[in-house]
């Protein structure tokens, strides 16, 4: 297979390299100069975090493991906090640097620490997950949760380099994997159609790490992505476009104390903002059927509990995109015609959500 490396620009450029088998690649990543290297990966994934490390260890570089908790319960200040502790004990300096191995909460969690000790130091990260090879690992965004909402608290620290090895997908569950799928998905609807075509001609491929489509859905996913947070790291306009669906998504991860995953919550809040901007005359009903057509096909979730609205609702208020008390939404106005939808009346919030309510 094929090595894809697409470049993200700014301030700090950096590759993502994306193939099967990729992990010599590591250490060009890393650059000159580093000599410690802290390994934080999700604890269950010591299979894969070994030979990260021993590529590294080859490479001359002092290497030392940090197991965090599996998946979300890395996201937490006290897990954050005791990487600092052990940040200090190996005498990490701003030459030294920090490599992530997992699905996007480890990434986000490494990637925040990397933001924080010292006030910055060097991260590479190394998804091992879909959603965090098209999404999470690239960009920059990192961050943890508070029981208050989902990411409330996170740094823009852009990585050194993203390393993407395809072969580390086989492993994943079905469910974790068609979380991914959602974010896919979402760079189809914002962007790029092509990606919808290619998951509504063979749903089952797309949803599986095998599929015909894996190294092309994403490429092109992280191709979206790149060029936006190119344009706009830090989110002053363009990247909002990213946030997608991710209003009521927020709200319903925080709703089920961040045991729900990313992409399923996803999938709802599109179908969600699909069904508010069609409320307010901006979206054709074929267009929100489709987005229920094609996240369907594939096994993810379009519909929430209707009890569960006045808690969403209040949680929506803290999402990042508003301004004040005035919510913002990202809204299509056709496809890959993002736009912005702004404090719409409660009528409507409540109208749209009656229509995700099962
Ligand atoms: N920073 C960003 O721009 C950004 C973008 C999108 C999502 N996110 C964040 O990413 C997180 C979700 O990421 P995720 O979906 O990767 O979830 P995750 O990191 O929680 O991983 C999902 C599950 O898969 C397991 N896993 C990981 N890799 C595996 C593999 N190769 N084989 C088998 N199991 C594996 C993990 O242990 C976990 O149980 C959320 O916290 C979300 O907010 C961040
Ligand atoms: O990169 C971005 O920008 C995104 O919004 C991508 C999202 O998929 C991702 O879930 C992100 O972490 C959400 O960011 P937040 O600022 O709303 O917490
Ligand atoms: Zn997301």
């Known amino acids: 297979m094929s090595v894809r490396r ?9 590759d993502v390299v994306i193939g099967a088998g990729v992990l010599g690649e590591l250490p060009g ?61 190996l005498g990490m300096t701003r030459s030294d640097a920090i490599v992530g191995v997992g699905g996007g909460a ?3 969690l490494a990637g925040f620490a990397a933001a924080s000790w010292l006030r910055g130091v060097r991260a590479v990260l190394v998804p091992t997950t879909l ?31 993203v390393l993407c090895d395809l072969t580390t997908l086989v492993t994943m569950p079905r469910e974790d994997y068609i979380s ?24 089952e491929g797309a949803a599986s790490p095998s599929g015909p489509h894996t190294l092309e859905l994403v490429e092109r996913a992280v191709r979206v992505k790149a060029e936006v947070v190119t344009a ?3 989110e002053a306009g363009l990247r909002e ?21 990313h992409g399923h919550a996803v999938a709802i809040g599109m ?22 057509a094609v996240l369907t096909a594939t096994g993810l979730p379009v519909s929430y509990g209707a009890e569960a609205w006045p808690a969403l609702r209040a949680t929506m208020t803290i999402d990042k995109k508003s301004r004040g008390s005035t919510l913002r939404f990202v809204v299509l106005d056709g496809l890959a015609k993002p736009g912005r939808l702004e404090g719409p009346p409660e009528e409507l919030l409540e109208a749209a959500y009656k229509k995700v309510a099962r």
Do not use: C, Q
């Open 271 to 292: 179908v969600y903002a699909a069904e508010l901007a069609a409320l307010a005359g901006r979206l054709p009903a074929d267009a929100v059927d489709r987005h229920r």
């Open 180 to 203: 991914g799928l959602a974010e896919i998905i979402k760079a189809g609807f914002i962007a790029d159609p092509a990606i919808l075509d290619l998951v509504e001609d063979d749903p």
């Open 106 to 108: 480890t990434t986000d």
């Open 6 to 14: 697409i470049r993200v620009g700014g301030a700090d450029p950096y």
């Open 232 to 234: 706009d790291l830090k």
């Open 131 to 161: 959603l965090g090879m098209v999404d999470a690992a690239v960009g920059g965004k990192t961050g943890i949760n508070i029981p208050e909402g989902k990411n409330l608290v996170g740094a823009f620290h852009p990585p050194a380099g």
């Open 241 to 261: 476009i990213l946030n997608y669906g991710h209003t009521l998504a927020h709200a319903i991860e925080t709703a089920e104390d961040y045991r729900f995953r």
């Open 29 to 89: 990543l890393l650059g000159g100069g580093v000599r410690t290297v802290a390994l934080v990966h999700d604890r269950g994934l010591a299979e894969i975090a070994r030979p990260v490390g021993a590529v590294l260890e080859e490479a001359g570089y002092r290497v030392h493991a940090l197991p965090v908790p599996e998946g979300e319960a890395a996201k937490e200040v006290g897990v954050l906090a005791g990487l600092w502790s052990e940040f200090a004990r």
